[in-house]
């Protein structure tokens, strides 16, 4: 497989090229006009049990663009949602719809089927929570006598004269929200046991997130992760908002070959 050259066409002088974004049972229809990266109409390339979600792209010019990136998870997520899909690297792009076939779905088709059959009824959903810095600060200042103190020290100081007083303070507060973060991820995690098929843990994007777990669910097992996340709020009251996100593609538990990735 190969990417498309960042600002220019390829080598060869070629200026489009087959740009895939997921691979479907071949059984799957496209039932709307979908657009994807450049505007460009999505086909499905299909060669024996397996399609290619695909759409042409110019080689001329950039790929990889934020929006670039937007298209290509919206349009797997909207197939996941009714479709089992394996995600491909974003900006994977091949020569032509034949490179597609041979390359691409010939040369990994029994990989695969086996990969699509394992993700038949299942999506995932990412669970993510960011603490309140205001609440998550007290409840911090009154656990420990030694925040509290240095508090105190530096309250109304001038910031030079508490330079190292601010800086002892800032690092209590981030170890306590670290060990925070991981008590209430296992806590996610405890409640998700039985309600999931798989889970992965992700690294936090903000120095505020409380959980940032992906999970592979069944169909049935929406319901089940609502009604934790419902419990989870009422107990953590107001300290942590917890967002649901999806169904969307298996991004995280997809694993990575020559021809896929999250």
């Not at 002088?13 to 974004?21: A, D, M, R």
């Not at 004269?161 to 507060?173: K, S, V």
Request: with cysteine.
């Amino acid at each position: 497989m190969s990417s498309a050259p960042p600002e220019s066409e390829s080598a060869t002088g070629q200026q489009t090229g087959c740009y895939v974004y997921g691979i479907l049972p071949s059984d799957v229809e496209l039932v709307d006009d979908i657009t994807g990266v450049g505007d460009r109409e999505v086909k499905l390339v299909r060669s024996d049990a397996l399609a290619a979600l695909a759409s042409e792209v110019d080689l001329v010019g950039p790929i990889g663009t934020p929006q670039d990136l937007q298209v290509h998870q919206r349009l797997l997520d909207l197939v996941a949602a009714v479709a089992p899909v394996l995600p491909l690297r974003f900006g994977a792009v091949l020569d032509s719809e034949d490179a597609v076939r041979a390359e691409l779905l010939e040369a990994h088709q029994d990989e695969f089927i086996v990969a699509l059959q394992e993700l038949e009824g299942r999506a995932e959903f990412m669970v993510k929570g960011r603490y309140d810095e205001s609440a998550l600060l007290e409840e911090i200042l009154s656990q420990d006598p030694a925040a509290a103190s240095l508090r105190e020290q530096i309250r109304g100081k001038d910031a030079d004269a508490t330079r190292q007083e601010r800086m002892q303070l800032g690092e209590i507060i981030s170890n306590a929200v670290s060990v925070r973060r991981d008590q209430d991820t296992q806590e996610l995690l405890s409640r998700m046991s039985g309600h999931s098929v798989a889970s992965l843990v992700r690294d936090p994007t903000h120095e505020l997130d409380a959980v940032n777990v992906a999970f592979l669910l069944e169909g049935d097992q929406e319901d089940e992760l609502n009604q934790v996340v419902r419990e989870l709020r009422i107990d953590w009251d107001k300290r942590v908002d917890l967002r649901v996100l999806g169904p969307m593609a298996p991004y995280d538990f997809v694993i990575p070959s020559q021809g896929t990735a999250g």
